[in-house]
């Protein structure tokens, strides 16, 4: 089996920029965000579920998901955010398991998964990294690059597993309260802990 490296953190922590630095060094990046659009495409039995749940609206005259819509209804409540994660993860976790197959023994694999904490998906990874950032940060990098009102974000991340729980599970926590630069400057000592763990340097 490839050696598999959960990649996990808050909405707007820099997640994604930390998963394509692991790609440059030569990573092979699973998206759990990329896996749910590809469940959820026009004529899916997912976006059928869904649509059932949320309300035949969230789905536009050509088929799409209205994702802002289902956003909206889905964080509105634990309850909605749980069906969510009742219809979406199991299916997400399936077709990472399968592209995982794919890849050769020795590769490294980074499964980069918000929700990694609370879909238990940690047990399937061989090593964790998490990614922090205070919160004010978190909203204002939010706000700032997404479609999102500030009540939305702060909603999405008390939703979302907290820092010592994410801590608790982590081999390696990042701490990214700076710019870009010093994320990547983590980044290079990040994946020598990586190479080391998976005895691959």
């Not at 495409?41 to 799409?64: M, N, Q, Y």
């Not at 009742?86 to 976790?93: A, G, N, P, T, V």
């Not at 950032?133 to 909603?155: F, K, M």
């Not at 870009?180 to 000592?189: F, G, I, K, M, S």
Request: include cysteine; charge should be negative.
């Amino acid at each position: 089996m490839p050696f598999i490296v959960g990649l996990t953190g808050g909405i707007g922590s820099g997640k994604s920029t930390l998963a394509s630095c692991f790609h440059e060094h030569g990573a092979k990046v699973i998206d759990a965000d990329g896996i749910a659009r590809q469940l959820t495409e026009p004529g899916s039995p997912v976006l059928a579920e869904l649509a059932e749940s949320f309300g035949a609206d969230i789905v536009d005259a050509t088929g799409a998901l209205r994702r802002s819509i289902l956003a909206e209804r889905a964080f509105s409540s634990d309850e909605n955010t749980g069906t969510l994660n009742k219809i979406m993860h199991s299916r997400i976790r399936e077709e990472a398991e399968r592209q995982i197959s794919q890849f050769a023994n020795d590769a490294i694999v980074v499964y980069d998964m918000p929700l990694l904490v609370e879909t238990g998906s940690e047990a399937m990874c061989d090593f964790v990294v998490v990614v922090e950032a205070p919160v004010e940060i978190r909203v204002s990098r939010l706000l700032e690059h997404r479609n999102l009102v500030e009540a939305d974000i702060r909603q999405r991340i008390g939703q979302q597993a907290s820092d010592q729980a994410r801590a608790e599970i982590a081999d390696l926590v990042v701490k990214n309260d700076s710019g870009v630069d010093e994320l990547r400057a983590q980044c290079e000592t990040a994946w020598k802990r990586i190479c080391m763990a998976a005895g691959a340097c």
